[in-house]
């Protein structure tokens, strides 16, 4: 089922994945297409769709899906990192860690 850019675009906009915040990193200036007169960044979709492209070829290329870490300390992206991991095979780290879980692995 391979849906088109114009598909999954407004699958983004129902899911309201286009809201942003008030606070704007100079990093992220590229990927706003405006701001509401309340001051929220609106995300430009379209160039969020390349990049979620972008990372599922690399993703693909992997041959071993237990090399992939899953993670995402904040709330609501705990069940989506749990469900990717369960899904593909990822390692999932979901909620807070320890610094150097990462680095201090025993192998």
């Known amino acids: 089922m391979a849906l088109t850019k114009e598909?999954?675009?407004?699958?983004?906009?129902?899911?309201?994945?286009?809201?942003?915040?008030?606070?704007?990193?100079?990093?992220?200036k590229r990927y706003v297409f405006r701001r509401t007169v309340d001051?929220?960044?609106?995300i430009h979709l379209g160039?969020?769709?390349?990049?979620?492209?972008v990372a599922a070829r690399v993703i693909v290329t992997?041959?071993?899906?237990?090399?992939?870490?899953?993670?995402?300390?904040?709330?609501?992206?705990?069940?989506a990192v749990l469900k990717f991991s369960q899904?593909?095979?990822?390692?999932?780290?979901a909620g807070r860690w320890m610094p150097g879980t990462l680095t201090n692995q025993i192998t």
């Open 7 to 28: 598909e999954d675009v407004q699958m983004m906009l129902v899911c309201k994945t286009h809201l942003g915040t008030r606070n704007c990193d100079y990093r992220m």
């Open 62 to 79: 992997i041959e071993n899906p237990s090399d992939i870490i899953v993670a995402s300390q904040r709330p609501y992206g705990s069940r």
């Open 87 to 93: 899904y593909t095979g990822a390692l999932a780290m």
């Open 39 to 42: 001051g929220i960044h609106i």
């Open 47 to 53: 160039k969020t769709w390349e990049k979620i492209m």
